[in-house]
């Protein structure tokens, strides 16, 4: 049961332009978000992340919006640089009332893999 | 301020054969976690410390993975035997008490033949 979706193996864009990531998620529990960059041979780096709380968080070229009616979010980087090519998973977690061994646990997805073009 | 460690960084066994792998989480961080990452997926969680204790192992296959943090600081987690479908990077992350952002070491990567 895949909880966290990334229906988006593969993305290309030019530099300079916006780059959209998309992460779908199933579990009404999850109010916690985090979006998290991967080089090759180097373990993910955090990025940004929102609290269900909110509906947008941003940080320099990083927006992410969450949509919590339709369980979607999305990660905008504007504008695009070749240094960002890499693999972004988008990771969930549960709220404290979830219980405690759930807070804080993680669950990714399978991660979508940005290509910006010079 | 050092971030995680991990060792070794690549490992190749034959099927049957154990493996430990190594974790030096950061300064002060209370928890722990290990993951297993197949390729083409994201990392899925193994299990996770809160200093020293065990606070969820529910996706350990604990008929071959062990697990231990010494001291409330390093870690190691071990495989006995190894199947074929453990090859994958195994990611040990720590994170500050009460806090979501984890933070990730390089990995490991184990290819079992």
């Known amino acids: 049961d895949q909880q966290v979706k990334q229906n988006s193996p593969s993305l290309s864009v030019q530099e300079g332009r916006i780059s959209i990531l998309n992460c779908d998620y199933t579990?009404?529990?999850?109010?916690?978000f985090l979006w998290y960059k991967k080089y090759p041979a180097e373990g993910p780096t955090f990025l940004i992340s929102?609290?269900?709380?909110?509906d947008k968080n941003e940080d320099g070229r990083f927006t992410v919006f969450l949509n919590k009616s339709a369980k979607h979010l999305s990660l905008h980087i504007v504008p695009s640089q070749p240094g960002d090519s890499a693999v972004y998973f988008c990771a969930a977690s549960p709220n404290a009332n979830a219980g405690g061994t759930s807070y804080g646990k993680l669950t990714f997805g399978q991660g979508t893999i940005l290509t910006v073009h010079p | 301020e050092a971030g995680v460690a991990q060792s070794p960084r690549y490992k190749i066994i034959e099927k049957r054969q154990s493996v430990a792998f190594w974790c030096n989480p950061i300064s002060g961080h209370a928890t722990l976690y290990w993951y297993q990452q197949i390729l083409g997926q994201g990392p899925k969680l193994l299990i996770q410390f809160q200093n020293n204790g065990v606070v969820d192992d529910s996706q350990l296959p604990k008929d071959r993975f062990s697990a231990e943090r010494l001291k409330g600081v390093d870690s190691t987690l071990k495989i006995q035997p190894a199947k074929l479908e453990d090859s994958a990077v195994y990611l040990c992350?720590?994170?500050?008490?009460?806090?979501?952002?984890?933070?990730f070491g390089p990995g490991t990567r184990l290819t079992v033949t």
């Open positions: 579990n009404s529990m999850f109010d916690y």
């Open positions: 992350a720590s994170s500050l008490e009460a806090r979501f952002e984890q933070y």
């Open positions: 929102i609290s269900s709380i909110k």
